[in-house]
């Protein structure tokens, strides 16, 4: 089968013939009709990531269908579309995952950018009708990161302003859709005027650019104080959400692009009686939760850009430099 691999950090991927995967007990192989980038696959690719292990086949979201199933596997799996939730291990504990068994598929296990994967049969979901592949592939890391980052730790409550920093990230903009599912007042920042203005489209109130200096001032003014604040920049610019938060609110970060934070007035903090929390994938009911949300509300991922799995370099590439709206999907076999 063709797949992408990656050799050693900071080369490029490159299109490799490997042998099939063969399901072993309770696992299943699933025929990739498309996969989808996560900034992850960036940081793996530079080896940026805790406990690489090369050679291997990056991707953590796909969609197909399942093509073998192995010992003590229901074989009703045989032939049904499927997509993949790529949080693995997490254990029995709602509050966090189990750090000796937690893994993202695609590193260390083999992920998507292949024809065939193989996954624990556990993680087989039924493909949401009203998705197309690519759609469906663009859903499970960043829906699940954005579903437990609002609902599960964010505490979202229906009428709740939310505010979604960086939304043409991948799981800025599910966490977009997913408010607005739920009935609040979204608003957004962005690098772009342009990404504002697609956010604005799919309903957000408004949005300001996190490049002015003094930004926070002014969406405060346009916009008061926020209940929920969803952030996977930090650095020094999240003081400036410490800022727009409101009594009470409730920071959720899943990410650290810009680095450590910096500058946080304390006083802030716990005058307004904040809860600042990190996130970080989700649980198997978490999973569920998010692929019924997916399907009463109809929610359809915003795709950017499809490439083919010859041009995975562009396609990283472009989600390195911040260039994307949405998911960038690859098409594996359609
Ligand atoms: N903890 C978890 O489970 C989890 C899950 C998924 C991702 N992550 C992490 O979260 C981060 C984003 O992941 P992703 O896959 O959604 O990445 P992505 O699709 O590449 O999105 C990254 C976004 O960051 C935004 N950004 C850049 N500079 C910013 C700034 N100064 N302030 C606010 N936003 C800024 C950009 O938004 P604009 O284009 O709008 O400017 C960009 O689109 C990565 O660090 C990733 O590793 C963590």
């Known amino acids: 089968m063709k797949a992408a691999v990656l050799e050693a950090t900071y080369t490029p991927l490159r ?19 498309a996969a989808a980038l996560n ?16 050679p291997v086949t990056p991707g953590s979201d796909g969609a197909g269908i399942v093509h073998a199933v192995g010992e003590g596997v229901d074989h009703t799996w045989l032939g049904r579309e499927v997509i993949l939730n790529p ?11 189990n750090p000796k068994t937690f893994r993202i598929l695609g590193m260390p296990e083999d992920g998507t950018f292949a024809e065939f994967v193989r996954i624990d049969a556990a993680h087989l979901h039924n493909k949401p009708a009203h998705l197309s592949w690519t759609e469906a592939a663009a859903l499970p890391l960043a829906g699940l990161t954005a579903y437990r980052a609002l ?13 979604i920093s960086g939304v043409g990230g991948g799981v800025a903009l599910f966490a977009l859709q997913f408010a607005l599912a739920h009935g609040c007042d979204v608003y957004v920042t962005s690098g772009s005027d342009e990404k504002i203005s697609r956010a604005v489209a799919l309903g957000a109130k408004d949005g300001i650019s996190y490049r002015l200096p003094q930004w926070q001032k002014e969406l405060g003014t346009k916009a008061g104080l926020f209940n ?7 650095g020094p610019g999240f003081s400036k959400l410490v800022d727009v938060a409101g009594f009470g609110g409730r920071i959720v970060m899943y990410g650290g692009t810009l680095g450590n934070l910096t500058d946080i007035v304390p006083a802030k903090v716990f005058f307004k009686q904040l809860d ?20 009463e509300k109809q929610i359809r991922p915003v795709i950017d850009s499809v490439y083919s799995l010859e041009e995975i370099e562009p396609a990283l590439r472009k989600m390195e430099e911040s260039r994307q709206f949405g998911k960038i999907v690859l098409e594996t076999g359609l």
């Open 15 to 33: 299109l490799t013939d490997l042998p099939e995967p063969v399901a072993g007990p309770g696992e299943a192989i699933v025929q990739l009709k």
């Open 228 to 234: 929920v604040i969803i952030d996977s920049a930090a």
């Open 87 to 97: 949080s693995l291990g997490w254990g029995n504990n709602p509050a966090h995952y």
């Open 39 to 54: 900034h992850r696959d960036v940081w793996v690719q530079k080896g940026l990531y805790p406990g690489m292990k090369l």
């Open 151 to 163: 609902f599960s730790r964010g505490k979202l409550r229906e009428g709740d302003k939310v505010l």
């Open 276 to 295: 600042i929390m990190g996130t970080t994938m989700g649980t198997p009911e978490e999973f569920h939760a998010m692929l019924r949300l997916v399907e």
